[in-house]
């Protein structure tokens, strides 16, 4: 995953949630990118939000095959 560069990174996260909003996996983001490894997460539909202190900045559906 690639941010802009116009994203400050302090206090920013991600999380990965199936589709019953269950918390799969979480990091804090130090970089304007990132590698979510699929090791644990079995094929379905996720979501990934992109996240500060304040809430949301943006949020995707994952679709795992």
């Known amino acids: 995953?690639?941010?802009?560069?116009k994203i400050s990174l302090q206090n920013?996260?991600?999380?990965?949630r199936d589709?019953?909003?269950k918390l799969i996996s979480s990091e804090n983001i130090e970089q304007n990118s990132f590698?979510?490894?699929?090791?644990?997460?079995t094929?379905?539909?996720?979501?990934l939000n992109i996240k500060n202190k304040n809430?949301?900045?943006?949020?995707?559906?994952i679709i795992v095959q």
Do not use: M
């Not at 590698?35 to 997460?41: A, C, L, T």
């Not at 809430?55 to 559906?61: H, L, M, R």
């Open 1 to 5: 995953v690639v941010l802009s560069d």
């Open 12 to 16: 920013l996260f991600w999380e990965l």
């Open 19 to 21: 589709i019953q909003g």
């Open 35 to 41: 590698v979510i490894y699929r090791n644990n997460i």
């Open 55 to 61: 809430g949301t900045i943006a949020s995707k559906k």
């Open 43 to 47: 094929n379905g539909i996720y979501s």
